[in-house]
């Protein structure tokens, strides 16, 4: 079997989100059914990363109308099945060249939604957003923000009219349309008023090998991998969190890139917080080895790699109940902690219990990594293969 992977930007396990997600699937696919896989791509980015290549072809797209260089592709390549990886305005609104590539190749077309449905009426923080429209580099974003965030609290209904086409669209367009939770079914299909059995569930698989391994003595550090972005990640929401907690023997190291970067930075020297390192883009494994416990205070995800990927390391999640995907992945009180969302206070309660309690985080981290294991790459892949040899 071959398949073609379109995605927004060539992937790169380093850039993260649905780009490490995108990688995870294809090796493992291809490691254990020998499944090869291909790529479409809309925007190069540069990273310099020395990590396998796992695509047999990569290829960017020419122009976001080039039905040809589609065609052409599949024919040439003999591809079997095209899986979008979707949610990016720009790959959703390929879709309708990809089903007019896809018809005249005679080629089945999976749609893959990696976020929350209605993540866009979370609201950002009117701080980062008059910083973006200040200083960001894409200010036309940010007043499209504005508008749709000012327009739900007083109409709901019109302003979920101005995002219906990025569901609905790629719904009327595949084959198949995945999510990365159950709960995210109703949630898609509240958009497009559509037939929920044209819907199927993948959840995400782990990022690192089986058998990696937390560093044998844990180093007091309180771990966050994201993307700086305000609006889905709510990184401001971790540094309150942070000013509230007085434990002078431990550290906040917060690993990624991203718009907000340089607003986070000034927070941190406004706020005159302390033990608050900002380490970049980087490989995460080496951290989440070390760290004893990760922190997401994201108001909307789809299926979090991080939280994941903390488990697998045992390093202990704590994240807020604001995504249906988060009660997939931990079990509070058991491999980890949900704390209703925005509940601050809470959260530091539940933080500074941790830091205090080794025998607690020993415990916990021991059940996450044992319990993580449902999304092991076996699992996943076994999930992945099926639905693709029964479209």
């Not at 052409?72 to 089903?99: A, F, H, K, T, W």
């Not at 008023?193 to 569930?201: A, I, L, M, N, W």
């Not at 925005?342 to 044992?370: F, G, H, P, S």
Request: proline share 4%.
């Amino acid at each position: 079997m071959k398949i073609l992977f379109v995605t927004h930007r060539n992937v790169c396990p380093l850039i993260g989100g649905i780009e490490r997600v995108t990688y995870s699937i294809v090796e493992a696919l291809r490691d254990i059914y020998g499944i090869q896989s291909y790529s479409l791509y809309t925007e190069d980015v540069q990273v310099e990363a020395n990590v396998e290549e796992v695509f047999v072809r990569k290829e960017r797209l020419r122009a976001d109308n080039d039905v040809q260089q589609v065609v052409d592709y599949i024919s040439r390549e003999r591809i079997d099945v095209i899986v979008v990886q979707g949610s990016v305005i720009r790959v959703n609104n390929l879709m309708p060249i990809l089903r007019k590539a896809a018809d005249q190749c005679k080629t089945p077309l999976v749609f893959v939604f990696h976020q929350m449905p209605g993540a866009e009426f979370r609201p950002l923080d009117l701080g980062v957003l008059f910083n973006r429209l200040c200083h960001g580099q894409n200010k036309k974003a940010a007043l499209r923000q504005l508008l749709i965030q000012t327009l739900y609290r007083v109409a709901p209904r019109a302003a979920e009219k101005l995002v219906v086409k990025k569901y609905k669209m790629p719904y009327l367009c595949a084959d198949k349309v995945v999510v990365l939770s159950k709960g995210y079914i109703s949630q898609y299909n509240h958009f497009v008023d559509g037939d929920e059995s044209r819907y199927t569930v993948v959840n995400n698989m782990l990022s690192f090998p089986e058998g990696v391994e937390a560093e044998e003595q844990k180093q007091k550090e309180v771990l966050i991998v994201a993307r700086m972005d305000e609006r889905p990640k709510r990184i401001k929401t971790a540094l309150r969190i942070w000013k509230k907690i007085c434990e002078p023997d431990w550290i906040l190291r917060i690993v990624g890139y991203g718009e907000d970067l340089d607003y986070y930075k000034q927070l941190v020297h406004r706020w005159g917080l302390h033990k608050v390192a900002f380490e970049g883009l980087q490989d995460p494994l080496p951290y989440y080895r070390k760290a004893g416990i990760f922190i997401m205070t994201s108001a909307c995800e789809g299926f979090p790699m991080t939280l994941v990927e903390a488990q697998q390391c045992g390093c202990v999640p704590i994240a807020f109940d604001s995504f249906s995907s988060v009660h997939d992945i931990i079990q509070s009180d058991r491999n980890g902690y949900i704390v209703p969302n925005n509940a601050i206070d809470e959260y530091v309660c539940v933080l500074k219990e941790l830091m205090n309690n080794d025998t607690l985080r020993a415990e916990m981290a021991a059940n996450a990594q044992k319990d993580v294991q449902r999304f092991s790459r076996e699992n996943i892949a076994k999930q992945w293969k099926t639905l693709l040899e029964n479209l």
